[in-house]
């Protein structure tokens, strides 16, 4: 007979189940009982779900309010499995991704500033991924009255972006992407996990359209300046002025709403910020 789990294990399983389950709350997620190590390893082989293509994306859990009807039959990418099952496209599409969202303070912060936008955090971590989840909930239900539309413009999902960003979104679909206070990777070998790099620089340069802009911040200067040498090397994108980037009101969003921008700011810590700017494709693309 295999021994129960441990006390403390039992009572955050059993928070997170009733939380899950209950739909009408209001009262917001204790990320005490969603804690979960900071960083995971993006070559793991994690046990993620993913659509194949963007156009069999179903949206309608994370931005039910704002699906359109008809249903329409999501297209099969093979000759062997028939198409999917219908599925209800949104109205819009999603514009803003957060990158390794952590506990969604920017996309809360971001949602009211940017109240005709849908904004999508994704997040590897499966506990984080929950809490984030829930605390949208949580949000929704608080102003369902006073503003229904209010908090209704954000979602989070579990995803794997080294590997699968591509089959969440359409070639220029966003707009801005977020890599905030990512993991640094210090050592040598490790640095070919960094969220930066000419391979998914490629990859931010195919979802992200002409004139969009990818937001970088972090506390280590070391992957500053390599985030920084890696994007100015890339032909798709030109650094944002110190100017520009100043009268930005999303870039002093980043600084002060993200839980890590929190800690660094209580530790009396150093913030490093570059914003690119997405160039125009050369005619022959």
Request: aromatic fraction near 10%; hydrophobic fraction near 35%; glycine fraction near 4%.
């Amino acid at each position: 007979m295999a021994a129960p789990p441990p006390k403390k294990r039992r009572k955050r399983e059993e928070y997170r189940t009733a939380t899950h389950n209950d739909d009408a709350s209001t009262n917001l997620p204790k990320k005490k009982y969603y804690r979960q190590r900071a960083h995971a390893n993006p070559f793991s082989d994690h046990s993620l779900q993913y659509p194949e293509s963007p156009e069999q994306m179903d949206w309608s859990p994370y931005f039910p309010a704002y699906l359109s009807s008809p249903a329409v039959r999501a297209p099969s990418t093979t000759t062997t499995n028939p198409a999917k099952a219908p599925i209800r496209p949104l109205s819009q599409d999603v514009e803003v991704a957060d990158i390794g969202c952590g506990y969604g303070g920017l996309l809360v912060a971001l949602a009211p500033k940017l109240p005709n936008t849908l904004l999508l955090g994704l997040e590897i971590r499966t506990k984080v991924t929950e809490y984030v989840q829930e605390r949208i909930r949580a949000l929704r239900n608080q102003n369902a009255d006073a503003d229904a539309r209010l908090y209704q413009n954000i979602g989070c999902l579990r995803a794997n972006t080294m590997k699968f960003l591509p089959n969440f979104f359409r070639k220029h679909q966003l707009t801005k992407i977020f890599l905030c206070f990512p993991d640094p990777h210090f050592k040598a070998r490790k640095h070919k996990a960094r969220i930066v790099s000419l391979t998914l620089n490629s990859e931010y340069a195919y979802v992200l359209r002409p004139g969009g802009i990818i937001y970088t911040i972090t506390d280590v200067e070391d992957l500053h300046d390599w985030m920084v040498k890696h994007l100015d090397e890339h032909p798709s994108f030109e650094r944002v002025l110190q100017e520009e980037q100043e009268a930005d009101e999303c870039t002093h969003i980043m600084m002060k709403e993200t839980e890590e921008g929190k800690k660094v700011e209580r530790n009396n810590g150093t913030k490093f910020i570059a914003l690119f700017r997405r160039l125009e494709d050369p005619p022959f693309c």
